[in-house]
């Protein structure tokens, strides 16, 4: 949820957008639509972090080890010494329809699924959204391009369906998410992460002066590539 701090602070640059140039502040403000953005990037990796830890709790035989299952969440979200190679295996250095290609392939080498999920969501967003433009001095959201945002969106509606469908040669799921638990309830967390994901690449796309992109989930069958 965005908070009142953050709501005074993209009023205050929207009024200051309005008064000249750049504010006239010499260049040190940033307009309110990277800002909006770059709070959405964040949230994003918070929200798919927490995604592949409830994974976790849910098939511990792709990682038994809790501690290990948190040592590979945290290198690949957060350690900046480990980006270029977070998993030590080949996939590493695969774009991010390609990982993501992977996770669901029934002939993938690395056998931690979710820990391949997890890199393929991350370089997703990184790529989407084009995250070395973020991390430097971004002017405008027209920078993020908008064909980017709808295959991201279609890439991550994607993975959100194969998770409830996509099985082995025995027939079994590849990942348990919303069964029943023994008490008949269902565990939605996964609906709801996923869902707050797309619904801000959704604002995006829109903001971007896109339409929504469900027609374009609707028509593939496959992951996009994110590089234009």
Same mark, same amino acid.
């Given at each position: 949820?965005?908070?009142?701090?953050?709501?005074? $602070?993209? $009023?205050?640059? $929207?009024?200051?957008?309005?008064?000249?140039?750049?504010?006239?502040?010499?260049?040190?403000?940033?307009?309110?639509?990277?800002?909006?953005?770059?709070?959405?990037?964040?949230?994003?990796?918070?929200?798919? /972090?927490?995604?592949?830890?409830?994974?976790?709790?849910?098939? +511990?035989?792709?990682?038994?080890?809790?501690?290990?299952?948190?040592?590979? %969440?945290?290198?690949?979200?957060?350690?900046?010494?480990?980006?270029?190679?977070?998993?030590?295996?080949?996939?590493?250095?695969?774009?991010?329809?390609?990982?993501?290609?992977?996770?669901?392939?029934?002939?993938?080498?690395?056998? =931690?699924?979710?820990?391949?999920?997890?890199?393929? %969501?991350?370089?997703? $967003?990184?790529?989407?959204?084009?995250?070395?433009?973020?991390?430097?001095?971004?002017?405008?959201?027209?920078?993020?391009?908008? /064909?980017?945002?709808?295959?991201?969106?279609?890439?991550?509606?994607?993975?959100?369906?194969?998770?409830?469908?996509?099985?082995?040669?025995?027939?079994?799921?590849?990942?348990?998410?919303? /069964?029943?638990? +023994?008490?008949?309830?269902?565990?939605?967390?996964?609906?709801?992460?996923?869902?707050?994901?797309?619904?801000?690449?959704?604002? =995006?796309?829109?903001?971007?002066?896109?339409?929504?992109?469900? /027609?374009?989930?609707?028509?593939?069958?496959?992951?996009?590539?994110?590089? %234009?």
């Amino acid at each position: 949820m965005v908070t009142n701090k953050f709501i005074i $602070i993209l $009023i205050a640059l $929207i009024t200051l957008a309005g008064c000249g140039e750049r504010g006239g502040m010499g260049g040190l403000l940033t307009p309110a639509d990277v800002l909006i953005i770059k709070h959405h990037v964040r949230q994003h990796y918070i929200c798919l /972090e927490e995604f592949c830890r409830r994974l976790y709790l849910k098939n +511990p035989k792709y990682e038994p080890n809790r501690v290990k299952q948190a040592e590979k %969440l945290k290198t690949i979200f957060h350690d900046q010494n480990n980006l270029g190679s977070p998993l030590n295996s080949p996939y590493d250095k695969l774009a991010s329809h390609e990982i993501l290609a992977a996770v669901f392939a029934k002939d993938t080498l690395n056998k =931690d699924r979710i820990a391949l999920l997890a890199l393929g %969501l991350k370089k997703s $967003i990184g790529e989407g959204y084009r995250q070395d433009v973020l991390d430097n001095t971004m002017v405008t959201s027209l920078q993020v391009p908008l /064909e980017r945002l709808k295959k991201l969106y279609s890439n991550l509606s994607q993975v959100n369906w194969r998770l409830k469908i996509y099985h082995d040669q025995q027939e079994k799921l590849y990942f348990l998410t919303n /069964e029943k638990s +023994p008490e008949g309830h269902l565990n939605m967390g996964y609906e709801v992460l996923m869902t707050k994901v797309l619904t801000r690449i959704e604002d =995006d796309i829109y903001m971007r002066g896109g339409n929504p992109p469900h /027609e374009i989930f609707r028509m593939s069958t496959m992951f996009f590539s994110l590089f %234009l």
